[in-house]
């Protein structure tokens, strides 16, 4: 067991498991120590085991430019460990490429270029996954790029903390790029006919699958010997969290509004031919949740991107959740760039700021914000914003787990000194209390699957 000083047991602990299996698995929830544990055993691999030589670590872009090599910097035992980032133009990422370097980093948007240009037979001899669960897709081009490129990578090393952010489905491609397919069948339709049940479906188009009796249990069997697990709950001295659903609730007049609103658009979906409403129940059903999250935002756009105001209902309950705040930083999730421009607009006394860069992050935890906004997709991985604020507001909800529970990490992580408040403003009888129990559904489920092979 390594015993480097300032490192956990359940640290040492994870190192331990990525030195000793050459492919695996790291579920380790927000806050835990994914990017410092995987860094010190690639340290090890290399100059104590003499394992490696050159290692690729995949990663959302935010956290490609920034986090691992400041993370590396700020150990002793990794300060060794030369980093290159294969970011910018085709240009500068070709002259990265070249460069010598214990670990290249690149963002996940540039893996499909990257195995392109090697054809496939990528030269890293070990291959770090961050955010394994943004590869759940089998059908993206990025898991396409890799799985090509996976026969000529010795070591594997999948890292996340939201291993099935919707469901059990999701886990075979994931599974997939780190030991091909050995635990969990060798391609998507053996796993959904051993595991599943079609749902529903139009035809031959299956739109979701359901597990059979006993499936789960399996399927965590299955994995449990190359994955390990961990929750913050069970390591970390966690702050005090309070989860609230502040409703609001629309006028007789504006409820029978969003009532006919919905009606009319499912039945311009059901009112089409079988071969359209395929195509409608693949493509646009998705968009019909747009528009009935956006009504009840209070705002919709029609097909022209015009922005059409309904409501300030939500606005309003934000601006009493500030006042409660007393004066402390607010952190605002928003959905849509309407939603965005009207809490600007709205409490432009508060000179809100969107966040966008590192400025926005240093100024937030220095205090000098007093509303910032963010959109959870570039506001989720590896940002620390504890420092600055422990108020979140979700202005508009996400059906994204992931991302939910990501960008309420920002707050609700190791350091922070206050009890974390997340609220979430929903409009009652709308299509946002769907969202809320789904989201609750999904944790559900992921917390079973993390529960099954949690390190003892």
Request: with cysteine; net charge positive; glycine share 6%.
């Amino acid at each position: 067991m390594l015993k480097e000083a300032n490192l956990h047991n359940y640290q040492r602990a994870c190192i331990q498991h990525i030195i000793e299996h050459p492919y695996c698995g790291v579920f380790l929830e927000m806050g835990l120590g994914k990017t410092i544990s995987t860094l010190t055993a690639i340290n090890a691999l290399k100059y104590d085991y003499c394992e490696i030589e050159s290692v690729l670590v995949i990663a959302p872009k935010r956290v490609a430019e920034t986090v691992w090599a400041e993370e590396a910097q700020s150990w002793e035992q990794t300060k060794n460990l030369k980093i290159v980032k294969i970011i910018g133009s085709e240009k500068q990422r070709l002259a990265a490429v070249k460069k010598k370097a214990d670990i290249h980093i690149i963002s996940r948007d540039n893996i499909a270029w990257l195995c392109a240009l090697f054809a496939a037979r990528l030269p890293y001899d070990m291959l770090v996954i961050d955010e394994l669960s943004s590869f759940k897709s089998y059908k993206s081009q990025r898991f396409k790029s890799l799985r090509l490129a996976r026969p000529c990578i010795k070591r594997v090393v999948g890292l996340t903390g939201t291993p099935a952010p919707n469901s059990l489905i999701d886990l075979w491609p994931q599974m997939f790029l780190i030991d091909r397919g050995e635990r969990l069948e060798k391609t998507v339709s053996a796993y959904r006919a051993r595991y599943f049940t079609p749902g529903q479906s139009n035809g031959y188009i299956v739109y979701s699958y359901n597990l059979i009796k006993g499936a789960a249990e399996a399927i965590h069997s299955k994995i449990g010997d190359i994955c390990i697990s961990m929750k913050s709950q069970d390591y970390l001295e966690m702050p005090l969290r309070t989860d609230n659903i502040i409703k609001v609730r629309m006028s007789d007049k504006l409820k029978k509004e969003y009532d006919d609103f919905e009606k009319s658009n499912v039945i311009q979906l059901i009112n089409k031919t079988e071969e359209e409403a395929v195509q409608i129940n693949a493509v646009n059903a998705a968009a019909l949740s747009n528009k009935l999250l956006q009504f009840a935002n209070g705002a919709i756009y029609d097909e022209d991107k015009k922005v059409h105001l309904i409501h300030d209902l939500k606005l309003e309950a934000l601006s009493e959740i500030i006042e409660a705040s007393n004066g402390q930083p607010v952190l605002v999730a928003w959905t849509y760039q309407f939603d965005r421009d009207r809490i600007k607009s709205y409490f432009r006394n508060l000179c809100p700021r969107e966040l966008k860069g590192p400025q926005d992050i240093n100024d937030w935890n220095a205090g000098k914000i007093k509303l910032l906004l963010a959109h959870p997709a570039s506001a989720g991985h590896g940002l620390n914003l504890q420092a600055g604020g422990s108020t979140i507001v979700w202005f508009g909800l996400t059906w994204s787990l992931e991302l939910y529970e990501q960008f309420n990490a920002r707050l609700y992580r190791q350091g922070q000194t206050k009890h974390v408040i997340i609220n979430h403003i929903v409009t009652e009888g709308t299509h946002d209390e769907d969202v809320i129990k789904a989201l609750r559904a999904k944790a559900i489920g992921q917390g079973r699957l993390m529960d099954s092979i949690k390190a003892k």
